[in-house]
């Protein structure tokens, strides 16, 4: 068997497309422009291109788009208080801290300062706990952007058997319960997983979140299984992801691909929560 590729470039491309005439259509019943402040502090690589990117996704949709580029050696408390400014700024609807912070910096409280009607990364304390208990909320972009990828595909997932592997805050943890709402019968792995491989072995949809370059090979994926490869891993140059593709497309049912699979949805899913946060303000 050789898996059919979800293509979340095409995906995220016809979602941008209704991003933007739903953006046009706002502005042109409310005044209201959707504002999206993006901070960046020092000057990691990565960082910067994911910066710029999502700089450029929200021109492009029709937003404004603030970008703070701030000195490695900024304080927390000069981050703070460009939170708060940022958090009484009526022309800004969406705030995104990129992380990684420098390690001077807690991140937890400057998550914490924002506002969590601004939080459109939905990383807000408040706003994971929203998820957790099943109310309206900013979901992640990353999880968000997957669980799009999956209605897109039409994959059904009630009474299927979702397997998690990685329980991080942003992807493993929420994913998991966006997959539990849409009553699929979750099982989350992790380093301390004793035989890993029998659990992936058993999911219909496995979503792997854990950043090992080639770490699920096709041995440890049920046959026809639907494969969410989230990791992003640079080897000799080359981005590569969490599952070894070339064996597990022989596999599975359905894949994504890396790159063009789950990691163009992240932004476009932020471009949506953007305009929701301008909605409900
Ligand atoms: P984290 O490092 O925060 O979490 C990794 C998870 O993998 C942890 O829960 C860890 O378990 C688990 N893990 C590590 N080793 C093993 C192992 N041997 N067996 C089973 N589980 C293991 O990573 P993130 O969730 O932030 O990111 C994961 C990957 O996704 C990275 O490659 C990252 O770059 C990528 N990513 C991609 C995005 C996109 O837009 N496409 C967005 C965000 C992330 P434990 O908790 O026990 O330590």
């Known amino acids: 068997m050789t898996a059919a590729i979800i293509d979340g470039k095409a995906i995220s491309k016809l979602l941008r497309k209704e991003i933007t005439q739903d953006v046009e259509k706002f502005k042109a019943e409310t005044g209201i422009t959707p504002g ?15 910066v710029r990117s999502k700089e450029k996704s929200t021109i492009k949709v029709g937003m404004y788009s ?6 490695a050696e900024t304080s927390q408390d000069e981050l703070l208080t460009l939170v708060d400014q940022l958090n009484n700024d009526p022309k800004i609807h969406g705030i995104l801290v990129q992380l990684p912070l420098p390690k001077n910096i807690d991140e937890n409280k400057v998550i914490e300062a924002i506002n969590p009607a601004k939080d459109v990364d939905g990383f807000h304390p408040v706003n994971a706990g929203r998820l957790l208990i099943g109310q309206d909320t900013f979901v992640a972009c990353t999880p968000y952007g997957i669980m799009e990828l999956l209605r897109q595909e039409d994959v059904q997932l009630k009474g299927k058997h979702a397997v998690v592997v ?10 998991a ?26 999911a219909d949809v496995l979503v792997v979140a854990v950043g090992r370059a080639n770490f699920i090979t ?26 070894e593709f070339e064996s597990a497309k022989e596999v599975a049912g359905k894949i994504t691909p890396v790159p063009g699979g789950v990691g163009p949805m992240t932004i476009t899913m932020l471009l949506k929560n953007t305009l929701l946060a301008a909605k409900r303000c």
Request: aromatic share 2%.
């Open 36 to 50: 999206l402040a993006v901070v960046l502090v020092g000057e990691d690589p990565a960082s910067q291109t994911y």
């Open 66 to 71: 603030e970008v703070h580029r701030l000195a």
């Open 166 to 175: 990685g329980r991080s805050n942003i992807v493993g943890k929420p994913i």
């Open 177 to 202: 319960l966006l997959l539990l709402q849409e009553h699929a019968t979750v099982s989350i792995c992790h380093s301390r997983t004793a035989d890993l491989g029998a659990m992936t072995r058993q």
């Open 218 to 243: 096709g041995d440890m994926i049920k046959p026809g299984a639907v494969v969410i490869d989230v990791g992003i891993n640079r080897v000799d140059g080359q981005l590569v992801g969490d599952v």
